[in-house]
């Protein structure tokens, strides 16, 4: 491919990918499957490896989410809420492993495995062990102000155990019962209804009227700490750990593997256990242990570089949404 060609793929990927992402992160409609705007994604990637002068500073390997609605008050992340890179086999694990093995030298490396659950990211802000504010990712620098909605959420602690001052990321979910029932209710009242759990909880969440969302049974699980006064933490399952002693929910799968060997075998367990849950995941988020050597790695333009989500294989790849995709 030369740079011609390039440029003017780049230009076609951009533009599907921009308004893929829009019906998925804006409007919570999304047109088209996981897989495809993943598939997408990764050409763009690979062409962007082959020619770094065309990467562009508004291209969607370095944007985060989708920008606020504005009829929501804005929020700004003090610590931006950032994407995952991807894993898609064993092969990615062991090259994720070999990074981040790179950075360590001779110290040894601990994962914690965590479900990746597919829902919508907020952060939640305490004062005080006072709920102050609850926002959503938004574009990773600034979220939507969703506090009235969040605190409908009974998963939500209004007040923690602890008088602590901290801000923590978590997802918020809709079980698979209550999103069958909300589905059919939509139907009975002869309304639409939603593709799936995670845009049923999005859509709950990114609307003004805390009656509805109270009504939408949702829940929470927490999985990091964004801000922490007054409390030394030297590790990810420390963290998790505290979360959960001062009031959170946090889920009870999460493993601390000392091995890529144990990662892998992770993933293949709940690549055959995903549908024995109450709730939708679409993958497992690994995570380098030591915040310290979570600290040396860093974060590239979009996403840290001490984790990584593996993505569960295709199941369908040809929807409904295909077909749709082909009318627009
Ligand atoms: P991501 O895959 O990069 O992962 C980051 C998100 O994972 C976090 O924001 C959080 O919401 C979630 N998460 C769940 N459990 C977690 C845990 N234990 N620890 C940390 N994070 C956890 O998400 P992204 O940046 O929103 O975008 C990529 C995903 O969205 C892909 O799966 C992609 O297929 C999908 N997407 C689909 C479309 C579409 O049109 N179908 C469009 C855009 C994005």
């Known amino acids: 491919m030369d740079k011609n060609q390039a440029t003017k793929q780049l230009t076609e990927l951009r533009e599907k990918l921009e308004k893929y992402g829009y019906h998925y992160y804006v409007m919570d409609t999304p047109i088209v499957p996981d897989q495809e705007y993943d598939r997408l994604l990764n050409e763009l990637l690979e062409i962007e490896e082959m020619f770094p002068d065309l990467v562009t500073d508004d291209s969607p390997s370095v944007r985060v ?23 898609f086999n064993e ?18 490396v601990a994962y914690i495995c965590e479900l990746k659950i597919d829902g919508l990211a907020v952060s939640l802000t305490y004062e005080d062990g006072k709920l102050v504010r609850g926002a959503t990712r938004g574009d990773g620098t600034t979220g939507e102000d969703i506090t009235n909605n969040l605190k409908t959420v009974s998963a939500v602690p209004l007040r923690l155990k602890n008088q602590v001052d901290l801000e923590v990321r978590g997802e918020a979910y809709m079980p698979k019962r209550s999103f069958e029932a909300l589905n059919n209710a939509k139907k009975e009242a002869g309304e639409e209804p939603f593709a799936n759990p995670r845009n049923a909880a999005a859509g709950s969440l990114r609307q003004l009227d805390p009656k509805i969302a109270a009504k939408r049974n949702l829940s929470l699980y927490v999985y990091s700490i964004g801000e922490l006064q007054g409390k030394e933490i030297d590790s990810h399952y420390e963290g998790l750990s505290f979360l959960k002693e001062t009031g959170f929910k946090v889920n009870t799968e999460t493993t601390r593997c000392e091995s890529i060997e144990d990662v892998i075998a992770y993933t293949e367990t709940w690549v055959e256990k995903r549908h024995d849950l109450a709730y939708e995941i679409d993958g497992i988020v690994i995570k380098v242990d030591s915040l310290q050597l979570q600290k040396e790695m860093g974060f590239t333009a979009k996403s840290p570089r001490w984790a990584t989500a593996y993505k569960f294989p295709a199941e369908e790849v040809v929807t409904k949404l295909l077909d749709i995709e082909l009318n627009i």
């Open 65 to 87: 989410g989708g920008a606020p609605l504005p009829h929501f008050k804005k929020v700004a992340h003090q610590i931006p809420m950032m994407s995952l890179g991807n894993a």
């Open 91 to 108: 092969q990615d694990l062991r090259d994720f492993d070999r990074r981040v093995r790179q950075f360590a030298g001779d110290t040894p």
